[in-house]
């Protein structure tokens, strides 16, 4: 089950995104580049696209990936909203008729088969993926559960049963409520992806360096 997941894009591509999403100028230098990749995982703050009923525009806030668990609210859990209950299940039914629906881009996501090894998803020739996230508010802090639906082919693989929900650009002003409709036809864009050109490899690892053993710390041997 996803639990991590990458974005990556020069300033002028991020800048783009924004402006195009938000109607929001941000100006700045469109040449400078920053080509690192972002790394997101559960408990990180997510940029969320949201819609601002009030000021009618779609705007960016953070959210800490995972709702708190209700007997620890130190501890993300759950972290994930399966589609076919997101509308009626106690947790996420009032979220999800209410428009607490969010969109996160990435560029690669992470899944893996119980205790098994992560392996990396990419979307091959598509710049980046909208997944579906459905939103809260525990006091003043807003919180996140990201969108699942039954595996594809190439995912389960691994095997595992589960992906996110991965929307298709004509149905993002319907997920996040700019578009009046039906919980039905709101439900309807939560569908698997098949990602014909997607392509899935083992993660790598960094090798961790190997520290220099001193008079005070010998385990550096070892």
């Not at 525009?57 to 859990?77: A, S």
């Not at 607490?100 to 098994?116: P, T, Y």
């Not at 020739?125 to 990201?146: Q, Y």
Request: aromatic share 6%.
């Amino acid at each position: 089950m996803c639990g991590k997941f990458a974005a990556q894009a020069s300033w002028a591509e991020t800048t783009r995104i924004i402006e195009n999403l938000t109607g929001v100028a941000l100006g700045g230098d469109a040449s400078a580049s920053n080509d690192r990749d972002i790394t997101y995982r559960v408990m990180s703050q997510l940029p969320v696209i949201v819609w601002d009923r009030a000021l009618g525009v779609r705007r960016i806030e953070l959210m800490r990936w995972g709702f708190p668990h209700r007997d620890d609210p130190r501890r993300p859990d759950p972290i994930h909203a399966r589609a076919e209950t997101i509308d009626v299940k106690p947790t996420f039914r009032d979220a999800f008729h209410h428009g607490q629906r969010g969109i996160v881009l990435v560029k690669s996501f992470n899944e893996a088969a119980d205790k098994g090894p992560q392996h990396v998803i990419m979307p091959g020739a598509t710049p980046a993926l909208g997944l579906a996230i459905l939103w809260r508010r525990f006091g003043d802090l807003p919180m996140c559960v990201m969108v699942t639906v039954p595996a594809n082919s190439l995912i389960a693989t691994l095997p595992t049963d589960r992906m996110p929900a991965v929307l298709a650009p004509k149905d993002w002003a319907i997920w996040l409520g700019e578009d009046a409709a039906s919980p039905e036809r709101i439900k309807a864009c939560l569908k698997t992806v098949e990602g014909e050109r997607w392509t899935m490899t083992p993660e790598q690892r960094a090798s961790k360096p190997r520290r220099r053993p001193t008079v005070s710390d010998p385990g550096g041997l070892f």
